[in-house]
């Protein structure tokens, strides 16, 4: 029911299982998050799959990141929802969350895009908390 935290379940999994990349289902949401998280430095690289094209509907892959050549430090520890379907959580920029004291970002969704909490409180725009990386 949820798409975004289906691809972070798949981040998740890929990242468990040590892969280099993992596909999910496109959207213009997902884009927007994904383009976040490499500028953050927490993915490598993503990019859309034109030929694995299902009806209007692409592929997007997602290059993972990690620290060291053997695959045990990777670049995410963890991604947590925080707003869902059934409960959404906004905050004003005054109280968007730190995470971990400014080593995690929070994703959220403000009137000029998906930003991350530090960028949201430069801009003092608040809006919907999506989700905690770190």
Do not use: C
């Not at 972070?8 to 496109?26: C, G, L, Q």
């Not at 959404?88 to 968007?96: E, F, K, Q, S, T």
């Amino acid at each position: 029911m949820d798409p975004i935290a289906d691809m972070f379940s798949a981040i998740k999994n890929a990242i468990m299982r040590k892969k280099d990349y993992v596909d999910v289902p496109s959207s213009k949401v997902k884009e927007r998050i994904l383009e976040v998280l490499k500028r953050e430095g927490f993915i490598k690289d993503w990019e859309r799959l034109e030929e694995h094209k299902k009806g209007t509907q692409y592929v997007l892959r997602i290059h993972l990141k990690y620290l060291d050549p053997k695959k045990e430090r990777n670049a995410i520890t963890n991604l947590v929802k925080i707003s869902k379907p059934g409960k959404r959580v906004y905050a004003p920029a005054r109280d968007i969350p730190y995470v971990k004291r400014g080593l995690g970002i929070a994703l959220v969704s403000t009137d000029a895009g998906i930003v991350t909490d530090h960028e949201a409180r430069k801009m003092r725009k608040g809006g919907e908390v999506l989700a905690l990386v770190w």
